[in-house]
């Protein structure tokens, strides 16, 4: 299956996925956050027991230490549905996140995949900075 293909169905796999779709809520409401899919369930080959790998982008975490940005994130995966499902979200800047792409760690990587979907907006696309 190539890039765009996996992709594709990633994004779909995505856009039907209510509990990240509310997370993605609240977390716009809380936060003014966008968010960003990657890792198993962005590939489409997460299974039921897969945590959700999330990217979290908003300028109000500049006002917070890194290791305390988002505090209630639990809180608001749990009200989105996450309740016993495993939650790996990262928190950045604007700035820091387009630092990250352009780098060669794991966003850098996912990106280049075609494998880090923008959830709410723009569902069912991968990268495209929409």
């Given amino acids: ?45 997460g299974g039921a027991e897969s945590d959700y790998d999330i990217v979290a982008v908003a300028p109000t975490f500049a006002m917070e230490r890194r290791v305390v940005r988002a505090p209630d994130r639990y809180k608001l995966w749990r009200e989105a549905g996450g309740t016993g499902i495993g939650l790996d979200l990262h928190c950045y800047t604007p700035e820091e996140f387009r630092a990250e792409l352009a780098g060669l760690g794991y966003l850098g990587q996912a990106k280049r995949r075609g494998e880090l979907i923008r959830v709410a907006r723009c569902l069912t696309a991968h990268w495209s900075g929409c």
Wanted: charged share 20%; aromatic share 6%; glycine share 12%.
């Fill in 1 to 45: 299956m190539g890039a765009n293909a996996a992709a594709a169905t990633a994004g779909q796999i995505a856009a039907q996925d209510e509990r990240l779709v509310r997370f993605a809520r609240l977390m716009r409401q809380r936060y003014g956050a966008r968010l960003h899919l990657f890792g198993s369930r962005a590939r489409g080959t």
